[in-house]
């Protein structure tokens, strides 16, 4: 399926050089934050249902073309965040679902929807100390005499950007986290 809507965010997003956005989609009375990267390849959206602990990624490839079908356990639980029951004479379609979605994606981007990395720390969890989703500076290891991580280049990248990431692997940088919002500090790339 083609997301045509994501065409002239993009084209907006580019003549501003914003790489990452969020906005918002309902459905169903749901709220998701949905972001869109597109610092990398493919283009990603992530898709987060406020108030449930559930997020969802889709890829976006050449062309704004998405695959709309779902892993099945994240299919089941997209029912059951949306408040779905089984219905043999109407079944939920993730074709009906993206098209929807289609019709609501904004087509002017702002610089106050480009999300902060704790924003998008809420529904990544699948990185080294998820918990810790503040951005508290940088940790110089040439300095310690240390390396910096692979999982910690794996949350930089994820949080804060495929260049962010290069530049922490090339100059040997951590970037330190915390749970406590009052240490954050604001992001500047190293």
Request: charged residues 25%; contains cysteine; positive net charge.
């Amino acid at each position: 399926m083609q997301l045509t809507g994501l065409i002239p965010l993009f084209e907006s997003m580019k003549s501003q050089k914003i790489q990452r956005y969020k906005f918002e989609f309902k459905r169903n009375n749901v709220s998701f934050d949905v972001i869109f990267f597109t610092d990398s390849s493919p283009y990603i959206l992530l898709f987060g249902a406020r108030g449930h602990n559930f997020s969802f990624e889709i890829e976006v490839h050449k062309g704004f073309r998405i695959k709309t079908m779902l892993d099945k356990d994240i299919y089941k639980k997209l029912q059951q965040v949306l408040g779905l029951q089984f219905d043999p004479n109407n079944k939920f379609s993730m074709n009906a679902f993206f098209e929807d979605f289609n019709k609501k994606i904004p087509a002017i981007a702002n610089f106050k929807n480009v999300p902060k990395p704790h924003e998008i720390a809420l529904y990544s969890r699948d990185v080294e100390e998820s918990h810790k989703i503040y951005f508290m500076g940088w940790l110089d290891n040439t300095i310690r005499g240390d390396s910096v991580t692979e999982k910690n280049l794996e949350k930089t990248e994820r949080l804060l950007g495929y260049k962010t990431y290069l530049t922490c692997k090339s100059k040997n940088l951590s970037s330190r986290w915390t749970d406590q919002e009052h240490l954050a500090k604001e992001f500047i790339n190293p």
